[in-house]
């Protein structure tokens, strides 16, 4: 009985520190979790899951930096105003998140996918020459896709493709490669194409505040 209470009085206040230690300790893993979760939240925006655009950014130079094969992707909602306009703000809401579900689903969780501005959006990802044809005739199948609203009525969407590479633009700066991707998706915006951008689209002038495209450039893709 007295070795008993011996060793309590020996490992009791240790054990009784570390038990105490252990309350704060869980205290600021449970404040750590969810200062992740807000930090998460900020990088993303809630209406569409997409990185915003610092975050997007960021992890686009990052994907540039690591990889010579890698492509920056432009997309632009057309008709985004018009149907925001027409059908309200909830259907524009609708076709913004089916258009960020799409670009995910086709880029892949390694990609960087970044919703910019109202209706501009972009990817960096990963694109090997010998697929990248293939590839960007896919997103266009899938982005020309009908979106079905909440009430069950259908929405056609237009969603032109640019695409641009650190090979094709002979530059690595991303922002570089986001306007040559954006003046190559304007080459297409008619031709329901994606349209690999050129180093001649790296320079052409800007026309109200977008990138106005060269003819002459590759189409891939044509949507159904």
């Given amino acids: 009985m007295d070795s008993v209470l011996h060793a309590s009085g020996r490992f009791g206040p240790r ?26 939240a900020t990088r993303r925006d809630p209406l569409t899951g ?17 990889r010579d094969d890698v492509a920056v992707v432009m ?10 306009d ?26 960087a996918v970044g919703w910019l ?7 960096t990802l990963q694109l090997p020459v010998d697929y990248s044809e293939q590839r960007l005739a896919q997103l266009v199948r899938m982005l020309h896709t009908p979106v079905v609203l909440d009430d ?16 094709a633009v002979c530059r690595r700066d991303l922002s570089l490669l986001q306007r040559a991707a954006d003046a190559a998706l304007y080459d297409g915006k008619h031709s329901g194409r994606a349209v690999l951008a050129t180093a001649a689209h790296a320079s052409v002038p800007s026309v109200n505040g977008r990138r106005a495209g060269r003819p002459g450039t590759a189409v ?4 159904a």
Avoid: C, M, Q
Wanted: proline share 4%; no cysteine.
């Fill in 220 to 223: 891939w893709g044509r949507a």
């Fill in 86 to 111: 027409g059908l309200g703000h909830a259907a524009g809401g609708t076709v913004l998140a089916s258009i960020a579900g799409r670009l995910t689903a086709w880029a892949g969780p390694r990609a």
């Fill in 152 to 167: 069950g009525r259908t929405v056609d969407v237009a969603a032109p493709v640019g695409a641009a590479t650190p090979t």
């Fill in 117 to 123: 501005r109202g209706d501009e959006f972009a990817v």
């Fill in 15 to 40: 054990t009784l520190l570390i038990t105490t230690a252990a309350v704060p300790l869980t205290g600021w893993a449970i404040h750590a979790v969810a200062l992740h979760k807000r930090l998460a």
């Fill in 50 to 66: 997409l990185l915003r655009r610092d975050a997007y950014t960021a992890r686009a130079r990052r994907l540039l930096a690591r």
């Fill in 75 to 84: 997309v632009d909602a057309d008709r985004f105003k018009e149907i925001n």
